[in-house]
């Protein structure tokens, strides 16, 4: 197929694919005429590409991925280096979870300190997810939305904007 074709069927544009090309990620074989040509196996490549993209991974780490791929394998991630940079990835996430983490507390501390009278909800203390809110000591917990932080001590912001 041309690269119109694939570009369409991939959902990318005829750009991307020149770049990836130029990267080595994405072989084109070439026409009598010069028109770059792919094959029905070039989408699971694209697809592989796209995913580990939209996952945070960079091109570089994607192309472990897909010389899996192009070496027969069902998966991207059946090779050893597949697995290797998932490892990796995962410790930086891990180290980015712990950085986040420590910025937090650091934030946390600053409100308190801006803030001497207020206290934070338990629902605020999950590392994870936080639905809680700072505020006054004895204040009421408020429902989420606009208006509910420190509650209800800073006032809602009115949004002006068309609803899509």
């Known amino acids: 197929m041309r690269i119109g074709e694939l570009a369409s069927r991939a959902g990318v544009s005829t750009r991307t694919l020149r770049y990836y090309e130029q990267q080595g990620l994405l072989p084109a074989r070439r026409a009598a ?8 196996s070039d989408l699971r490549l694209l697809a592989e590409i ?8 960079t091109l570089e780490d994607a192309r472990p991925f897909v010389d899996c791929l192009r ?25 980015d979870i712990r ?10 501390d ?8 207020c206290t934070l909800s338990p629902e605020a203390t999950d590392d994870h997810f ?13 429902q989420a939305g606009t208006g509910r932080i420190l509650g209800g001590l800073v006032p809602p912001v009115q949004d002006d904007r068309a609803d899509p």
């Not at 005429?33 to 029905?40: K, L, S």
């Not at 796209?50 to 991974?57: C, I, N, P, Q, W």
């Not at 600053?110 to 009278?117: S, V």
């Open 33 to 40: 005429n010069g028109y770059r040509e792919y094959e029905e």
């Open 50 to 57: 796209r995913t580990l993209l939209a996952a945070g991974f």
């Open 71 to 95: 070496a027969g394998h069902a998966m991207g991630a059946a090779c050893p280096e597949s697995v290797a940079v998932y490892r990796r990835k995962l410790a930086e996430i891990d180290a």
């Open 99 to 108: 950085t986040l983490v420590r910025l937090r507390s650091d934030v946390t």
């Open 110 to 117: 600053q409100l308190k300190r801006a803030c001497p009278g």
């Open 130 to 142: 936080d639905r809680g809110e700072l505020r006054r000591a004895g204040a009421p917990l408020r």
